[in-house]
């Protein structure tokens, strides 16, 4: 029977001596006993889970593709992606959309993967089937998505829905959002926090389980934090920059990277647990999307294989533990996807998947020697906080359904 240690694993968000052994692909006991694999003082950390990533297959695999995808998570110590349903062609929104990915998918994985479904109009008939095959949830916006598959949705249009699995939302609302001009100054007051709080208070009627996608604002914090029981992520990109770091338009993302005082209020939603998930939100492009202004370029920033350094980097400083990070890295996002049965934490009968990480190390970031698919990253040229020094999964990669 297998088994690791190390004196740092993180049990139960605590930090510990520990030798893990698993078997069939499980853990299946705790205990002090020597190990096949010694780690000494580095980091076991569960496998990280990342619920917000973009694998545009199949219809965009150009922009990057599930081999790529899970390659460069699993170097970044992710064994388990949440794949959105838009910028692949069909969409995930309806059971064809579904199967079509996972024929895509078929022989490519790395990692785990589970999918996402999306609402669109007309798609409500779609939502038991999708249910009924194992999505997690369903993706919705509530403004243009960039893409002509997959349109946004009136939130009056979800009223009276019984949707018992989470509905997830890219919260900006119309009317507050302005024509982008070609600068960054421009771009973000195109942008402003008041189209995120609009969106999340445009939610209170409805009775599903609710997730708000990728707070980028002090305003958005305020209102999820007056509206229980909606859950909130943000993402690596928020809390490292600001927008006073904006260099080009590799930094483009939707709702835009903000000042100093909206990412400090990111980080005090995480520690007063407003904000509960730190995902990448990775949204590749190809390098001529990328090309030209803040106006016309691509919005989304490629960060799947640095989200463990670049989160810890800015939490290490700001007095947050190792258990922290294993909570809004691995357990909260398979909470919200559904897969807390098997992935998230260290516990027996969970699925035997680590990364091991050097907390003290650093990770120079350069793009052309990221797994994903495009050599394009905000984090060119960054030295980040800690190092991924290996990741184990207890068998090889496989498409998932939420349990």
Known sequence: MPSLRSTRVVLDGETRPATVHFDGG??????DATADWDYGDHVVLPGLVDSHVHVNEPGRTDWEGFATATRAALAGGTTTIVDMPLNSVPPTTTVHGLEEKRRAGDGKLSCDVAFWGGIV????????????????????FLTDSGVPEFPPVDVGDLMGADIRVPLLFHAEADEHLGTPGPSYAEYLASRPPVAEVAAIESLVE?????????????????????QPGISAETCPHYLTFTDEDVTGTSFKCAPPIRGMDHR????????????????SDHSPSPPNLKDGDFATAWGGISSLQVRLPATWTGASTRGFGLGDLAGWLALAPARLAGLADRKGSIEIGKDADFVVFDPDGETVVRGAELLHRHPI??????????????TLMGAPGRMLTRT
């Open 26 to 31: 499980r853990i299946v006991a705790l205990d």
């Open 121 to 140: 109009p007309g798609s409500m008939t779609e939502v038991p089937g999708l249910v009924a095959a194992g999505v997690c949830g369903f993706k919705v």
């Open 206 to 226: 409805l009775d599903s389980p609710m997730h708000v996608l990728h707070v980028s604002s002090a305003d958005a914090v305020a209102a999820i934090a007056a």
């Open 264 to 279: 400090e209020a990111l980080w005090e939603g995480l520690r007063e647990g407003t904000l509960t998930l730190v995902v």
């Open 377 to 390: 990253t905000a984090y060119e040229g960054m030295r980040l906080r800690g190092s991924v020094v290996d």
